[in-house]
């Protein structure tokens, strides 16, 4: 697949991710799952036009991703020691945390009021780095519940991940879709490994960047003595 391939499926792949449902998104490294993540605001505004507008459009989704535990998040008081990776405190448990805490904004308070007013778009980016399979499942089954549990309140829930146990889990209420073309999640599951050729990724990977970069850039005026469009 050649770069502008891999951009106009990328776009493709926003487009198919539906609003007001789960989405389970795979793909090997390299295969643009964070270039996704980025671009979600735009794919939920084309979703609800009305509801997202230019100046919510920045805050309409809530993302988690697992490298917030391995950083300093002083924005969050006293509570960055619940989001960050300590000696004692089990990767587990930080990555619970930062999920919980996703899915708390939702809740009401004593008198039945939202925590927070506004409704956002849900992504938990590969929630299983570093932990067992055994957290994966307890993770993903708790990721479950909490969907069901407030699937009404939110524009939809998006989960990045390279993880059989979570796939396995969430499959039968979420929507899959895999960059590396697989059909169905019993499709993903049932795939053959095949080792990454690494040089190869990085070459592909830089291709990607580049191009993306300057399809962001405004278009220039073509130098004197070029034919002008």
């Known amino acids: 697949m050649n770069t502008e391939e891999h ?4 776009v493709d792949t926003l487009r198919k991710i539906p609003m007001n449902e789960l989405t389970c998104l795979t793909g090997g490294n390299g295969k643009g799952k964070s270039l996704i993540r980025k671009q979600m605001p735009f794919a939920v505004q084309r979703g609800f036009p009305e509801e997202v507008t230019e100046k919510n459009l920045p ?32 990767t587990s448990v930080s990555t619970y945390h930062l999920i919980k805490g996703l899915f708390q904004e939702l809740e009401t308070d004593e ?8 409704k956002h ?12 399979r055994e957290s994966q499942l307890g993770i993903a089954e708790y990721i479950k ?16 991940t390279h993880s059989e146990t979570i796939v396995k889990t969430l499959k ?7 960059l590396d073309d697989y059909g169905s999640a019993e499709e993903w599951l049932d795939r053959e490994i095949a080792a990454t050729d690494f040089e190869q990724l990085e070459k592909e990977s830089e291709k990607l960047f580049v191009a993306v970069r300057d399809q962001s850039k405004p278009h220039k005026e073509k130098e004197d ?5």
């Open 172 to 178: 039968d209420i979420s929507t899959f879709i895999s």
């Open 7 to 10: 951009i106009d499926k990328i």
């Open 145 to 160: 519940k909490q969907y069901l549990d407030h699937k009404k309140e939110i524009y939809g829930l998006l989960v990045i």
């Open 225 to 229: 003595g070029e034919e002008r469009g």
């Open 121 to 132: 778009y849900l992504i938990i980016d590969e929630p299983e780095i570093g932990m067992s």
């Open 59 to 90: 805050s309409v989704c809530r993302s988690v991703s697992m490298q917030l535990r391995t950083e300093s998040r002083p924005e969050f008081g006293a509570l960055c020691n619940m989001t960050h990776d300590w000696p004692l405190t089990p």
């Open 111 to 118: 008198n039945n009021r939202r925590r927070e007013q506004k």
